[in-house]
């Protein structure tokens, strides 16, 4: 997955509220309750947060099963086998947004072309490669999952306490999973290779000239 910020996507950006045709039926845009103490509009606006971020996880896990199966050379071990607990993680939380858009009235849309119609970033575009090109191209995407987290903590720190609760929970741990792959290209100056690059592709090749 490419970062969110830097999308190179034409398609049309559908809201959460707006039905698809790749959608289930059972997805009915706005909801008919929503938990006690918000609105129903309320509700609607934390489930459409958190649809993005659901979104979110669940390429990202997908993308870190992708570069567990595909780094290959020196440090294949110790990036392949360091990359299987945040998968699990990463599972689990999509799991618990998923369930909070559903608690709050909601359908969680998790089917893989409701994903691929709402995402508005290209699929992660680094194949078959090195530790270092991975690591710095996971970099990058880690980079654009924080900035979306963040940004939907801040829509929904007035609107739902339980939510946003949710969402800075998650960053603890991503934000630490984010410095695992950092700390693989920091010098001992404190200075990252990946320095000033925004794109997976770019930071693999700055990571490695
Ligand atoms: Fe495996």
Not at 13 to 33: K, R, V
Not at 124 to 144: K, P, T
Not at 164 to 172: R, S, T
Request: hydrophobic fraction near 35%; glycine fraction near 8%.
């Amino acid at each position: 997955m490419a970062t969110t910020t830097s999308s190179t996507s034409s398609k049309e950006q559908l809201t959460t509220t707006q039905i698809s045709p790749n959608q289930p039926d059972a997805f009915q845009g706005t909801p008919s309750y929503t938990v006690p103490g918000l609105t129903i509009e309320q509700g609607a606006a934390a489930a459409a947060a958190l649809q993005r971020i659901l979104n979110t996880y669940n390429d990202l896990h997908l993308t870190l099963k992708h570069v567990h199966w595909n780094v290959v050379g020196p440090n294949f071990i110790s990036v392949h086998e360091m990359i299987d607990p945040q998968v699990e993680t990463i599972r689990g939380y999509a799991d618990d947004v998923a369930e909070r858009i559903a608690t709050l009235g909601s359908s969680p849309q998790g089917t893989p072309g409701a994903l691929v119609e709402q995402r508005d970033w290209d699929d992660y575009s680094i194949g078959r490669a090195g530790a270092i090109e991975h690591l710095a191209a996971l970099d990058a995407v880690y980079v654009g999952v924080i900035q979306s987290i963040r940004k939907a903590a801040e829509e929904t720190e007035e609107l739902d306490d339980v939510t946003n609760d949710l969402l800075i929970g998650h960053l603890h741990e991503i934000e630490q999973f984010h410095w695992f792959v950092r700390a693989h290209l920091e010098n001992a100056g404190g200075v990252l290779s990946t320095t000033g690059e925004t794109t997976e592709k770019g930071s693999a090749k700055a990571a490695t000239s």
